[in-house]
């Protein structure tokens, strides 16, 4: 008995989150389509001219535009932000440091060192216990 390996196919708003591009800005040959595994394997070991493009000028989905702006996806959605941001319009907010961005960047800084103290308590007491 022989095994059939089938195809691994995704749709094309899946590979755009796992290439961290915004699918309505892919060509429209890539959103009319689905991907395979092996497409989506070359695609990030070699991108495209246009996948390059969108990777470094925009327009950005919201977890990218987050992780530039060092904020969470909720943080985003409080300034305001719910649109896909290009490169430009990013770089301009971080120049403009509104309130929000600031206040945002504060909380997420919080988030991380609470986050750091929760996994170093952990490793403490799993070290105790050993």
Do not use: C
Request: glycine share 6%.
């Amino acid at each position: 008995m022989t095994s059939h390996q089938s195809t691994q196919t995704m749709k094309p708003a899946t590979a755009a989150k796992k290439l961290g591009v915004y699918l309505e800005a892919t060509p429209a040959e890539f959103r009319e389509g689905v991907v395979t595994r092996a497409e989506l394997n070359a695609l990030q070991a070699d991108p495209p001219q246009w996948l390059r493009d969108l990777r470094r000028d925009g327009p950005h989905p919201r977890p990218v535009v987050a992780s530039k702006l060092g904020v969470s996806i909720a943080g985003l959605a409080r300034g305001g932000v719910t649109e896909a941001l290009t490169t430009e319009q990013i770089d301009a907010l971080k120049d403009e440091q509104p309130e929000w961005l600031t206040k945002e960047r504060a909380t997420q800084a919080e988030v991380r060192k609470e986050t750091a103290r929760i996994k170093k308590r952990n490793a403490e007491r799993e070290a105790g216990q050993s």
